[in-house]
């Protein structure tokens, strides 16, 4: 008895687990068109200059998912999917705090200048 429970118990664990690996659905190839959406609109933010490294992560993230849907390993195509959008994501949000800073800065310096010139003219009309 004990010989037949031990291997009907790792035949039925095994088509449970093969019944939940062939549960996940198949990555399509519109998921992957929007990792690379995702990465382009993080690109446009500026992300080239300003998180390369991270656009970098995202890239190798989606390039991970494209060769583990084309092994049929979907459950990792959509972690690396996952990544793809967590890094492209932050990577945008990155380059667009840069950029505000950066422009935040700018409009520092002048309205310093503009202070400048202001005190120089209240100076002029004091002491004609």
């Known amino acids: 008895m004990r010989n037949v429970i031990g291997p009907a118990l790792i035949a039925a664990i095994s088509c449970i687990a093969l019944g939940c690996a062939w549960n996940v659905s198949p990555v399509t190839s519109e998921q992957l068109a929007e990792g690379e959406a995702t990465i382009r609109s993080a690109e446009s ?10 656009l970098q992560k995202a890239r190798q993230a989606l390039s991970s998912a ?17 990544e793809t959008a967590t890094y492209a994501e932050a990577a945008r949000a ?20 503009i202070e400048g010139k202001a005190k120089l003219l209240q100076e002029q009309l004091q002491n004609p």
């Not at 933010?45 to 991270?54: K, M, N, Q």
């Not at 494209?66 to 996952?82: C, N, T």
């Not at 990155?94 to 200048?113: H, L, P, Y």
């Open 45 to 54: 933010a500026g992300a080239f200059d300003r998180a390369p490294d991270l």
């Open 94 to 113: 990155r380059a667009q705090v840069e950029g505000k800073t950066s422009e935040a800065a700018m409009v520092r310096q002048q309205a310093d200048q």
């Open 66 to 82: 494209q060769q583990a849907s084309g092994r049929g390993d979907h459950k990792i195509a959509r972690e690396h999917l996952l």
